[in-house]
């Protein structure tokens, strides 16, 4: 921010543990940041914590983050956008029913995939997002600009960001984290029946089972919202994952050496393979794809990005003066350049690209 230049202004809707560490990172990055909470010591402990400037509502912010549950969120967000002409974005871990019920060119969902042990604005940390997956789902109504701020502000909170269609982001969610979440929660549970009499099960409840029962831990109050809110994808990942244990049995039962060592190693593979982290020490590229100038065409091209594992490190859209046209500007991997620039063409755009130096 240059000398003598206004900061710009963020809102946060419920300082919890979300909340007050989006305040945190971006007042660490010069913003004015002000906030409410349906809890008024919350938000006063938010304040005292440092997340924020000021307790107050949205009126007069350039973007204001939703960090509701996701019962309240829809309603949340369409209040902040009739409170003023800023965007809005929220972090709830369901998106298709929020994005369907927010109506506005100035909307865009979000989830960013990162928690922390401890509970509320105490566990809130600055660096909360450093690395952490930020999940963006515009759609064919999502104004172009309004993607590319709401990108570009995540994305300086250290966000790797990518953009999934609402419906696909759901769908995804159930199987990486909804349904763990459940697992974790039923086999903690399982350990713990009648343990007054099998106290040596929880004495010997360890290592291993600590680690994949850690989730369990979590906040219990928002899991009903987001079980009801993303129901139908929760549910057919649980009937395939009962399903796939159904096999497991049966293989145990059968002692079938050989078919449990296969299921063993290639789970045993496919972890080891899962991706750690950003590796920002990467040779860049940009990409030049001319576009029409109407609703839908970044989100239709960033969500094709996430589909074929390209990583965005910046983006924006430069507006022709005439023609209702204009071009989105990417940078990307130097390495991956070749595949996005395939992937585009075979979508009808007609990429341009040149290696930065």
């Keep these: 921010m240059a000398a003598g230049e206004a900061p710009q202004r963020a809102a946060i809707v419920g300082t919890g543990l979300i909340g007050g560490s989006i305040g945190l990172a971006l007042r660490e990055r010069g913003w004015w940041v002000t906030g409410t909470d349906q809890n008024e010591a919350v938000a006063a402990e938010a304040l005292r914590r440092g997340a924020l400037d000021a307790v107050g509502p949205p009126s007069d912010a350039d973007i204001t983050f939703v960090a509701t549950p ?9 209040k902040a956008l009739a409170a003023g002409n800023g965007l809005v974005t929220d972090v709830g871990s369901v998106k298709a029913p929020i994005v369907a019920a927010v109506a506005d060119r100035r909307f865009v969902g979000g989830h960013p995939m990162a928690g922390s042990e401890q509970e509320g604005v105490a566990g809130a940390r600055a660096d909360l997002f450093q690395n952490a997956v930020w999940v963006l789902t515009p759609n064919d109504e999502t104004d172009d600009d309004s993607l590319v701020q709401i990108r570009s502000t995540v994305a300086s909170l250290g966000a790797d960001v ?5 419906e696909r982001h759901d769908a995804l969610v159930a199987v990486v984290s909804h349904v763990p979440h459940l697992t974790a929660a039923t ?17 010997l409840a360890a290592g291993g089972f600590r680690d994949m029962t850690r989730i369990a831990s979590g906040h219990p109050g928002i899991w009903p919202d987001i079980c009801q809110e993303n129901s139908d994808a929760i549910c057919s990942v649980l009937d395939r994952f009962i399903a796939a244990l159904g096999d497991v049995r049966t293989l145990v039962a059968d ?3 050989s078919g449990l060592l296969e299921l063993l190693e290639e789970a045993r593979n496919a972890r080891a393979h899962l991706p750690y982290g950003l590796d920002r020490e990467v040779s860049l590229a940009e990409v030049r ?12 091209i960033t969500s094709l990005t996430t589909d074929i594992g390209v990583n965005i490190y910046d983006l924006e859209i430069a507006h022709s003066v005439e023609g209702g046209q204009g071009v989105a500007i990417l940078v990307v991997d130097d390495e991956a350049m070749a595949s996005l620039l395939e992937a585009l063409r075979e979508q009808g755009y007609a990429p341009s690209s040149r290696p930065l130096s």
């Design 70 to 78: 996701v019962g309240s969120a829809a309603a949340e967000a369409r």
């Design 162 to 166: 990518v953009s999934l269609a609402p």
């Design 187 to 203: 086999l903690m549970a399982l350990a713990n029946e009648r343990s007054e009499e099998h106290r040596a099960m929880l004495r």
């Design 255 to 257: 002692g079938n050496r």
């Design 289 to 300: 794809v001319p576009v029409f100038d109407r609703p839908g065409e970044l989100a239709r």
